[in-house]
Nanobody, 118 residues
């Protein structure tokens, strides 16, 4: 299984970025997908998630500014980030969860760095 993120970079506060994650080696249609972020010295935190059925949820800090979406035909999940703030500077990770007979299978990408300058 591979999750490969792209789209990170440097952006000014108030700007926009779109992150993309391409999944391979798994049944994407059966996967719940998400984006997490981690700042140096802090725990990884959930930013946004989308279930295999298309339901979404967001961290309160990004609600109204970020949008998560998925394309099951392309095995991709995207995170559209608008009105970015300096506190959004972090490494963003793609995350996949697939239910199994026992504990779920969990996969992570290697991350893509987002830097928001003030």
């Amino acid at each position: 299984v591979q999750l490969v993120e792209s789209g990170g970079g440097l952006v000014q506060a108030g700007g926009s970025l779109t992150l993309s994650c391409t999944a391979s080696g798994l049944n994407f249609k059966l996967s719940d997908m998400g984006w997490y972020r981690q700042e140096p010295g802090k725990q990884r935190e959930l930013v946004a998630a989308i279930t295999r059925g298309g339901s979404t949820n967001y961290d309160d800090s990004v609600t109204g500014r970020f949008t998560i979406s998925r394309d099951n035909a392309k095995n991709t999940v995207a995170l559209q980030m608008n009105s970015l703030k300096p506190e959004g500077t972090a490494v963003y990770y793609c995350h996949a969860v697939i239910a199994g007979r026992g504990p779920p299978y969990i996969y992570w990408g290697r991350g893509t760095r987002v830097t928001v300058s003030s």
